[in-house]
T-cell receptor, first 115, second 115 residues
């Protein structure tokens, strides 16, 4: 099955700096890669996703890049703000075509933005 | 408001006492899933359901049961809870494959402690 590795496990940045979180996956058949943000005491919330036919996607201060050859994808947050402090999870999904699929999650990155 | 709800949010119980955690979604999603979140292990899938009366095991199904009698509800049942099932549990739902890949919306979580 799919295996997703996420680095770093913790990340501290100064407010206004950029933050980068990287994930690698093992199954070349995976074709959907979402990123979730989990604030303290809440459930994970989808913030951006990318599909295997796209190399990069941007939404305001957040961007995700995908390298299918190397089987890795990254989350980039620019101009970080204190409210970006949270745990971020990457995930990879394989669609079997028979109506069955699963998300496999990385172990998470705790991002702290220091004012 | 579109949402996934879970009840209870917090539960302390004793070994062997059967319990049910309810999950309900109001987005008419076909897909529903249960995850557990443990420190250092990230999110691991317990069971998922592609539609009513269709359920399947995830990565860590031992000690759990589910049912999907209605589209909106997906309860998680622990017939004989043990201390190693102490964890934070999340229910999630999403559209079926072909509509929007594996986009999943998470509930607020249930913190379970088994003494």
């Amino acid at each position: 099955g799919e295996n997703v590795e996420q680095h770093p496990s913790t990340l501290s940045v100064q407010e206004g700096d950029s933050a980068v979180i990287k994930c690698t996956y093992s199954d070349s058949a995976s074709n959907y890669f979402p990123w979730y943000k989990q604030e303290l005491g809440k459930g994970p919330q989808l913030i951006i996703d990318i599909r295997s036919n796209v190399g990069e996607k941007k939404d305001q201060r957040i961007a995700v890049t995908l390298n299918k050859t190397a089987k890795h994808f990254s989350l980039h947050i620019t101009e970080t703000q204190p409210e970006d402090s949270a745990v971020y999870f990457c995930a990879a999904s394989e669609y079997s075509g028979a109506g069955s699929y699963q998300l496999t999650f990385g172990k998470g990155t705790k991002l702290s933005v220091i004012p | 408001e579109a949402q996934v709800t879970q009840n209870p949010r917090y539960l302390i119980t004793v070994t062997g006492k059967k319990l049910t955690v309810t999950c309900s979604q109001n987005m008419n999603h076909e897909y529903m899933s249960w995850y557990r979140q443990d420190p250092g292990l990230g999110l691991r899938q317990i069971y998922y359901s592609m539609n009513v009366e269709v359920t399947d095991k995830g990565d860590v199904p031992e000690g759990y049961k589910v049912s999907r009698k209605e589209k909106r509800n997906f309860p998680l049942i622990l017939e004989s809870p043990s201390p190693n099932q102490t964890s934070l549990y999340f229910c999630a739902s999403g559209p079926s494959p072909g509509q929007n890949y594996n986009e999943q919306f998470f509930g607020p979580g249930t913190r379970l402690t088994v003494l």
